[in-house]
């Protein structure tokens, strides 16, 4: 039988599902595919929390989908590979994916919408986890914008001239699925233990007093939509609905999102390169040792090691903290930030490879509207300020007002100074 696939990705959802919305409308029987990528899997932990979160997720939707006889097809594999074997075993007309802009993503895409269409398959793809796609919010120049500030401007000049986003009807489970009896796999099948950790429950209530909260780490009030949001979980046009006329300073952190996505689609050479090639002659001191007791939290800062502790234990790190031990790790201990940016990236469950590399070349000052480097953030100044009587980090550090606590790794004035002599030295040494 002649059937449409829609390829789920990023978007692990079946509500407000741009791609799956456009395949139901077709006549043509639909099944759903998920692949796990191999590729991807081999470089993580057997119990990463992700994988876990990720596969309740699938087994939602499968059970979801069971309702109209049907259900999710699970592959694992290489993608390429994964779609051959799809080819020679079902009639392919059309294949509906939701587009997705990272750098390995869109080659990803490519090599697969080939090899469709060289064996008579249509590709078919959709704007879905973002309000403004890449190329649609640019300067009069036709150039990507790399200033936050102007960019914001723009895009919601933009939205503002948007139609009001409706909630998709309820789907009908009785038609338009195509019916089969696939089994699912269970985890350790594709090679993955069940993680104890999980992200709490997304709670858009906090949106309302987000701007007035948000920066202190004790509370729980943030939305922790994070995860969800990475995953598709929940749509960005349903987050949106909740926030735009709720609170501004949310909206903000969500064109920051958008923002970021656009400047690694049009310089992806960011992944592993500084914005601005001026700081690549930066001499980091990458010290192992150093690095391995901020990993731990255990550099004698108590905000720092608090926030490092809690990504630990929970792949969570309020956002105030992961500022301040992102510039600690840069700037007092003169450590890569890609060293950081990917420690972080192994462990947070919202995990985003646009965010997490802008963010951290914010905070090292090697990225575009990134903070200048003299700027170098006090962390006992910034406890005081966030954290006054120490809920946080006492909650996180048991031994804090003990002998047991380390002892500052380094001290404050000096670092300070070193880090911006260090960053002065490497701008302005000649470059041949």
């Given at each position: 039988m002649?059937?449409?696939?829609?390829?789920?990705?990023?978007?692990?959802?079946?509500?407000?599902?741009?791609?799956?919305?456009?395949?139901?409308?077709k006549e043509l029987p639909v099944l759903l595919l998920f692949i796990f990528d191999t590729s991807i899997l081999d470089e993580l932990k057997r119990d990463d929390?992700?994988?876990?979160?990720?596969?309740?997720?699938?087994?939602?939707?499968?059970?979801?989908?069971?309702?109209?006889?049907?259900?999710?097809?699970?592959?694992?594999?290489?993608?390429?590979?994964?779609?051959?074997?799809?080819i020679a075993e079902y009639d392919i007309d059309t294949v509906f994916v939701n587009r997705d802009y990272e750098p390995h993503a869109i080659?990803?895409?490519?090599?697969?919408?080939?090899?469709l269409k060289n064996n008579g398959s249509r590709w078919l793809s959709f704007k879905d986890q973002v309000i403004f796609e890449p190329s649609e919010i640019l300067k009069k120049d036709g150039l990507p914008y790399t200033v936050f500030t102007p960019y914001k401007k723009r895009w919601l000049e933009s939205f503002s001239k948007l139609p009001l986003f409706h909630a998709s009807?309820?789907?009908?489970?009785?038609?338009g699925f195509f019916k089969h009896n696939t089994p699912f796999p269970s985890l350790t099948t594709i090679g993955f233990a069940e993680s104890r950790m999980r992200p709490p429950e997304f709670d858009l209530s906090k949106i309302s007093n987000y701007d007035q909260q948000r920066e202190i780490p004790a509370l729980r009030a943030t939305t922790f939509?994070?995860?969800?949001?990475?995953?598709?979980?929940?749509?960005?046009?349903?987050?949106?609905?909740?926030?735009?006329?709720?609170?501004?300073?949310?909206?903000?952190?969500?064109?920051?999102?958008?923002?970021?996505?656009?400047?690694l689609f049009h310089y992806p050479q960011v992944v592993d390169r500084n914005f601005k090639p001026a700081f690549d002659h930066i001499p980091w001191r990458n010290?192992?040792?150093?690095?391995?007791?901020?990993?731990?939290?255990?550099?004698?800062?108590?905000?720092?090691?608090?926030?490092?502790?809690?990504?630990?234990?929970?792949?969570?790190?309020?956002?105030?903290?992961?500022?301040?031990?992102?510039?600690?790790?840069?700037?007092?201990?003169?450590?890569d930030w890609r060293w950081g940016e990917a420690y972080f990236a192994s462990l947070l469950f919202d995990y985003e490879l646009?965010?997490?590399?802008?963010?951290?070349?914010?905070?090292?000052?090697?990225?575009?509207?990134?903070?200048?480097?003299?700027?170098?953030?006090?962390?006992?100044?910034?406890?005081?300020?966030f954290d006054p009587e120490m809920n946080y980090v006492s909650h996180w550090i048991p031994e804090l007002n003990s002998s047991?606590?380390?002892?500052?790794?380094?001290d404050h004035a000096f670092a300070r100074q070193r880090a911006i002599d260090t960053y002065r030295h490497g701008l302005t040494k000649p470059h041949f």
């Open positions: 002649k059937l449409n696939l829609v390829w789920l990705r990023r978007d692990l959802r079946l509500d407000d599902n741009t791609a799956l919305k456009a395949a139901l409308q929390a992700r994988v876990s979160f990720i596969y309740r997720s699938l087994l939602s939707i499968h059970l979801q989908l069971r309702q109209s006889h049907s259900g999710l097809l699970i592959k694992v594999g290489h993608p390429e590979k994964v779609w051959q074997d799809l080659q990803r895409d490519e090599k697969i919408k080939g090899f009807a309820e789907l009908n489970f009785q038609s939509v994070g995860p969800y949001l990475r995953f598709g979980i929940i749509s960005i046009r349903t987050l949106i609905n909740q926030a735009a006329d709720k609170n501004q300073v949310y909206l903000s952190e969500l064109i920051w999102r958008e923002f970021f996505m656009q400047v010290n192992p040792e150093e690095f391995s007791r901020w990993c731990g939290g255990n550099t004698g800062y108590p905000l720092v090691d608090a926030g490092m502790r809690q990504l630990n234990a929970t792949g969570f790190m309020h956002n105030r903290v992961r500022m301040v031990a992102a510039g600690f790790l840069c700037k007092h201990l003169l450590i646009s965010s997490n590399n802008g963010n951290w070349q914010w905070a090292a000052g090697t990225g575009c509207d990134a903070a200048p480097y003299f700027r170098v953030f006090n962390p006992l100044i910034q406890a005081e300020k047991t606590y380390a002892k500052p790794i380094v």
